[in-house]
């Protein structure tokens, strides 16, 4: 055997591991948008992606899951967490995004998903894991506030991020007010008051 023959072989990145997870996660979120998540189902995502189900059960293993990474992905790629190095900037620069996301198909049918109970304990699991997740990205806004000291030690990232988001959510869900343009500006402003006022 030469030292050529040796080498490992070399795995060309975005290869077709990385285009079929791709094309599941984009028709997963189109199934998700049409028929929420209480009508999701594998057999239906894989015949849209155009692959077997069971390449689907291999990859994610549950219905739960596939829902998990779907909105994880669609989540991340829709709403991205900025880092301008000015809280207020920031804040209203997430919440601006929340909102142009919460405006299309598939940001409406997470954000119902997101918002229903569920009797199954694997669905719930992965609703808990799928906030846990945004939390922990987002709350690098607030967290990075404290830092510079825009905002007071021991601020509640969670509560400030609450406080954000749902009205934004709310007005999205209920639609019986819209989201005008300046509203992610105002929420910015009202939540960055209050938590320095107890400051």
Known sequence: MTEEDAEPIRRRPGGRAARVRQAVLAAALEVL???GVARFGIAAVAARAGVNETTVYRRWGTREKLVLDTVLAGSAEGIPVPDT???????????RALADYLATPAGRAVARAAALSSDDPGLAEAW???WQSRLELAGAIVDRGVERGELPTGTDTGL???????PLQTRALLGHRPIEPDLPERLADTVLD???GRA
């Open 33 to 35: 948008a049409e028929e």
């Open 85 to 95: 190095g000015d809280v207020r900037t920031d804040l209203a620069a997430f919440a």
């Open 128 to 130: 808990e894991t799928f």
């Open 160 to 166: 400030a991020l609450e406080l954000l988001c749902s």
């Open 194 to 196: 209050g938590l320095r």
